[in-house]
């Protein structure tokens, strides 16, 4: 999946303004203006769009798991994951909402994209592990729509 789609969608799902999403990329440890975000966030076929970088939206995803979760000072900061893979997309949002495997396996229901247990934790081995499976843009892009019902309500 594209990066502006995914910044695009969780910004929707947690209901946010580009200020929030430049709080949010600092939060994280990166920097980015509110003209860069508001360029991310433009639809390809607008005039603006510009493509967001990985590190941006790696930065962005670690701040939103910093701001639901809050930062452990005890742990020195993990260096961010390059590149951002719809597999680590998937992880950071687990992480950052709190998600145990039957609500991810709820949500991914809720939109009728079941997914079996066996799939479901393949998405989250090492690349490299015999038993991993690279996460596809359409489970993603269901597994955004369904945590944006269960977030929005």
């Avoid at 709080?23 to 769009?49: C, P, Q, W």
């Avoid at 893979?85 to 991914?108: C, G, Q, W, Y």
């Amino acid at each position: 999946m594209i990066q502006n789609d995914v910044l695009r969608s969780v910004r929707y799902m947690i209901d946010i303004g580009d200020a929030k999403v430049v709080e949010l990329i600092k939060l994280g440890g990166g920097e980015a203006t509110r003209e860069e975000v508001a360029a991310y966030l433009t639809k390809e076929e607008e005039e603006g769009f510009v493509h967001c970088p990985d590190t941006v939206l790696a930065y962005f995803l670690d701040g939103l798991v910093i701001l639901k979760r809050g930062k452990d000072d005890s742990r020195p900061a993990q260096p961010i994951e390059l590149p951002v893979t719809n597999n680590s997309v998937l992880k950071k949002l687990r992480v950052a909402f709190e998600l145990k495997e039957d609500d991810m396996h709820a949500i991914l229901k809720s939109v009728e994209f079941p997914v079996s247990k066996p799939e479901l934790s393949a998405l989250f081995r090492k690349a490299g592990h015999n038993n991993y499976r690279p996460c596809g843009d359409q489970l993603l892009r269901n597994f955004l729509k369904g945590l944006t019902l269960r977030v929005r309500g």
